[in-house]
């Protein structure tokens, strides 16, 4: 019997060995466990996160998961999408009990992430939200986080929910909130007694109803880069405290934009406040000025004050430069005249409804000016049609008959406290009036392609062979045209700074509400490697999946076989390469029946497609996989350890992609503890983060009193043709070092599962013949 429990032991710790050995991805979506039946898909994601071990990921697909109830997290789980822009979590029936309940529930657990998704409330507009009843509820939680710790929540948007986006309470502590976007119905952020150590950094808070965030009775809270606006309704403060002890608070570099009512604001009728904090550096943009905070001890230095806001509130602290020079938003200056963006100088336009609509580049300035006159040569009162002060980068000016007029804008240094107009001034000529029912419109977001983060201050014209509009987004990546009522056909442009052009986009017009939201791909520079896509196609147009791409480069040895790149085409057709701008390239392609095809391409747009004969390539089935190696073929991972002396030992770790299609590569130094959640052990290494690994990659790292101890090394990077790859390994030390300086070499945990399986079978079994 003794030697049957030490078995079962044996087997117990095999398991838990095993499932500590490499984390898990689950997929979730089409094509996997996932099936669009109505509104009820929490389950399939709840399914998936009950079923993952501690340092899984339950990874949703690019679609939108309709729930009716909430989604229940786990410890030691990564709930993550494929971007803001792709994967969407939408509330049906909002205005149902699912209302009064939390979209992600988080109670009691640890070692947690939420990341790359939409979560939406499903109100569809903020008038419905507004015409709705009880629109002052604090229900619909986003995240809500109860009695957690070692939470990272990031790269997530919330929109049309009457609730919080993330709310911290029970002693919720240490939790990282990043790269978020929020535009709520109630509060964006809440930490109501959550305990210690909340960092909120690099986030874009809106208020609809009350205040982006709010703290109470909570220490060492740290909010710095963020950006705070108030959306259509009146908002109450970019932060507001609400009592307790909120020692440690740090507010620092972040912008308070457009905030109608206070800035930091503590509201007293929830309780007295206590402790220490710092307020510094940060732009109060057009909003009241901080004023202070009672019962805390707060040290507010070098905050700057760009405000036209009209408010009786005083500071002490209003400076445009701080003592470092330093500052999160760069103040306009002067250095850069304003220009007109459209009517471009010159042309000739029509009015529409009695309106042309004006508008001009971002630079920063608090407040810009707009003269417009009906002449183009004298710019005195007596010319003078139009004049206005804004924020804003656009107008609507009304303008009744044909003729000749010139715009002149003004932009306000905030730095010298003077204005600077543009010169010389932009013309344009109106020939003609349209007249437009003004009744439907069309909407969207313009987001990074890349990132899903909002693309600000982009241009957006809509238009057609007879009527033009431009627009700025906002914040949020907002933009909006109101059009005429009657169907149409109308073309979508849209362009920003570092970003390429949109292409012209068809809009059919209905006669309703229209949505078009904008993928912006950063402009590449063509000065270093950038990818390149290119598409495999038969002569029949038909797209390749599976053919072999090899990529050669000019300085490449003739003897040498290998290719400098190689990949495979996707279900799309299509490979990813990262090629520099002006080198020619040998792409040699290879399809499932051998037969090989050599181009030259000297890449100056980033993408293409090469054809290959039809009557040997043809289109692939969309479900065939075997097309495409096994990562292992093409992927590997390795540790090694070698002893220093009789304390210290190196170990060294490497990797290799035989198709040189990796990025992001890292290296992290760790321990498993418990047998199952990864600790790094802060150790750097040689090179530890490397963007675009080529060739074998090795990183080493130094432990000292390392007898008897086991290390895992954590292998991350992101391959072209895999997806996100992440190796453990495990390197154990005996608990004492032999005399000859032997390296020990590391191996995946399962084979030593494996090996002590068979050797406790063995055992068993010798004992039972005994018997």
Not at 295 to 313: A, E, L, P
Not at 512 to 527: F, G, H, Q, R, S
């Amino acid at each position: 019997m003794r030697f049957t429990t030490f078995f079962v032991s044996l087997l117990f710790f095999i398991r838990l060995s095993s499932a500590s050995c490499s984390a898990e991805i689950i997929d979730v979506g089409p094509g996997n466990s996932f099936s669009p039946t109505g509104s009820d898909d929490q389950k399939v994601i709840n399914a998936a996160i009950q079923s993952a071990n501690s340092g899984d990921t339950v990874q949703l697909a690019s679609t939108t998961f309709h729930i009716s109830s909430p989604i229940i997290m786990k410890s030691g789980v990564t709930l993550n999408g494929n971007g803001i822009g792709a994967t969407v979590i939408y509330c049906d029936n909002p205005e149902s009990n699912f209302a009064t309940q939390n979209i992600i529930n988080c109670e009691g657990i640890s070692d947690i992430e939420i990341s790359n998704f939409l979560i939406d409330g499903g109100w569809g507009s903020l008038s419905k939200m507004h015409a709705a009843k009880n629109k002052y509820r604090e229900y619909e939680k986003g995240v809500l986080l109860s009695g957690c710790s070692n939470v990272v929540i990031h790269d997530l948007k919330m929109q049309y929910s009457m609730g919080d986006f993330i709310v911290c309470k029970k002693n919720t502590s240490n939790v990282q909130v990043y790269n978020t976007v929020c535009k709520p119905g109630h509060d964006s952020f809440d930490a109501w007694s959550a305990g210690d150590g909340i960092l909120i950094f690099n986030n874009c808070w809106g208020t609809f109803i009350n205040s982006c965030i709010k703290i109470h009775n909570t220490k060492n809270v740290q909010i710095c880069k963020n950006t705070f606006y108030t959306d259509t309704g009146s908002g109450n403060a970019g932060v507001e405290v609400m009592g307790g002890n909120v020692t440690g608070l740090k507010i620092n570099n972040n912008i308070f934009s457009t905030l109608q009512l206070n800035t930091i604001y503590q509201d007293q009728a929830d309780g007295a406040c206590s402790g220490r904090g710092t307020i510094s550096n940060n732009i109060f943009y057009n909003s009241p000025e901080y004023n202070g905070i009672n019962g805390m001890n707060i040290k507010s230095t070098d905050n700057i004050v760009t405000s036209s806001y009209s408010c009786s509130r005083g500071t002490k602290d209003c400076g445009y430069v701080a003592e470092n020079g330093t500052r999160n938003l760069s103040v306009y200056n002067g250095s850069v005249e304003p220009s007109v963006t459209f009517p471009a100088d010159g042309s000739t336009i029509s009015t529409v409804n009695g309106y042309v609509s004006i508008s001009w580049a971002y630079l920063n300035a608090t407040r810009y000016s707009i003269n417009v006159y009906n002449s183009t040569s004298r710019f005195d009162p007596s010319h003078l049609i139009y004049s206005l002060k804004t924020s804003q980068t656009s107008a609507n000016v009304p303008i009744n008959h044909n003729g000749a007029f010139a715009i002149k804008i003004g932009a306000h240094d905030d730095v010298h406290n003077s204005w600077v107009y543009s010169s010389p001034v932009s013309l344009f000529t109106v020939n003609g009036k349209k007249s437009a029912t003004v009744s439907s419109g069309i909407f969207g977001y313009l987001t990074d392609a890349k990132t899903g983060q909002p693309v600000q201050n982009a241009v957006v014209t809509l238009s057609n062979n007879t009527w033009n509009c431009t627009q700025i987004t906002d914040i949020d990546g907002l933009y909006q045209f109101t059009v005429n009522s009657e169907k149409g056909k109308y073309c979508l442009t849209a362009s920003a700074i570092g970003y390429l052009n949109s292409p012209e986009l068809p809009v059919n017009m209905t006669g309703i509400n229209t949505e078009m939201n904008l993928k912006m791909v950063e402009a590449p520079d063509y000065c270093a490697p950038h990818y390149v896509q290119l598409y495999i196609s038969n002569n029949s147009n038909e797209r390749i999946y599976g053919c072999e791409v090899q990529i050669y480069t000019p300085n490449n040895d003739p003897a040498n076989e290998k290719p400098n790149f190689c990949a495979w085409t996707n279900k799309e057709g299509r490979a990813n390469f990262h090629l520099t701008q002006g080198v020619t390239y040998k792409i040699v392609t290879i399809t499932l029946d051998g037969q090989k095809y050599t181009h030259k391409l000297t890449p100056d747009l980033d993408q293409y497609t090469i054809k290959i004969p039809s009557s040997t390539a043809s289109a692939i089935p969309a479900n065939t996989t075997s097309a495409i190696p096994a990562m292992k073929t093409v992927i590997s991972a390795n540790c090694t350890s070698k002893q220093i002396n009789s304390t210290a030992a190196y170990i060294n770790a490497s990797y290799y992609d035989s198709s040189s299609q990796s990025s992001n590569l890292t290296f992290v130094l760790g321990t498993t503890s418990g047998g199952k959640t990864f600790v790094p052990c802060g150790i750097s290494g040689t090179n530890d983060n490397v963007s675009n690994p080529i060739g074998v990659v090795t990183d080493s790292f130094i432990v000292t009193n390392c007898s008897g101890k086991t290390y895992t090394v954590r292998i991350t990077a992101q391959s072209q043709t895999y997806g996100s790859v992440c190796e453990a390994v495990n390197v154990s030390f005996p608990s004492k070092f032999p005399n000859n300086n032997v390296p020990s070499v590391g191996f995946n945990m399962s084979y030593f599962c494996i090996l002590i399986l068979v050797i406790a079978g063995l055992i068993f079994s010798k004992t039972r013949k005994a018997h």
